[in-house]
């Protein structure tokens, strides 16, 4: 099944201890994009990429790291959270002209 | 940044109604304009990508226009149902060329009821 995949969907952790989402697409897209999901601020864009090793800042990458070392994973990194990147993230992913393919969604909550 | 503005915020009709929303965008360096669905405890599913002006695309009893030289494009949703209750969003990538950098609509919230 075409899809792509975040791992964890939920996680609690403490201010400034360093983790990762994982986001894998098997669908063989070139672009791959990162979404935080915040009431009444819709969906942003933290980082995106256009293919391997080809990465660059959306509009909100402050906090955040990316790497596209391989074309289906694209990592999003926290290298030391704070309470304000509680949020629900999204990965997503797409090929050429065509609509995102969104993962199921991380809830972090740091604390 | 791109501003993608979306009305109304939020909108409830009943059962059977017929709906229509709007979306604007900048009008210059246009590339493409995206519409999702995006039901509560969900992911946004795409819907359409359009791409010129003048584009109609139809899905099932929703479709949607676009019209890139003043700035908009309009949701229809037709004879709506329950099941159409979710946010929709729409998207246009920023600036000229397809670069990835996505930027999303607040989105309009559309409430069926039976």
Redesign the interface.
Known sequence: EAQVTQNPRYLITVTGKKLTVTCSQNMNHE?M?W?RQDPG?????IY???NVEVT?K??VPEGYKVSRKEKRNFPLILESPSPNQTSLY?C?SRQ??????????TRLTVV | ILNVEQSPQSLHVQEGDSTNFTCSFPSSNFYALHWYRWETAKSPEALFVMTLNGDEKKKGRISATLNTKEGYSYLYIKGSQPEDSATYLCASPHGSGNTGKLIFGQGTTLQVKP
Not at chain 1, 96 to 105: L, V
């Open positions: 672009y994009s979404y601020l819709g969906l942003r864009q995106y990429s256009m660059d959306g509009d999204f997503a050429g002209a065509r609509g995102y393919t969104f993962g199921s969604g």
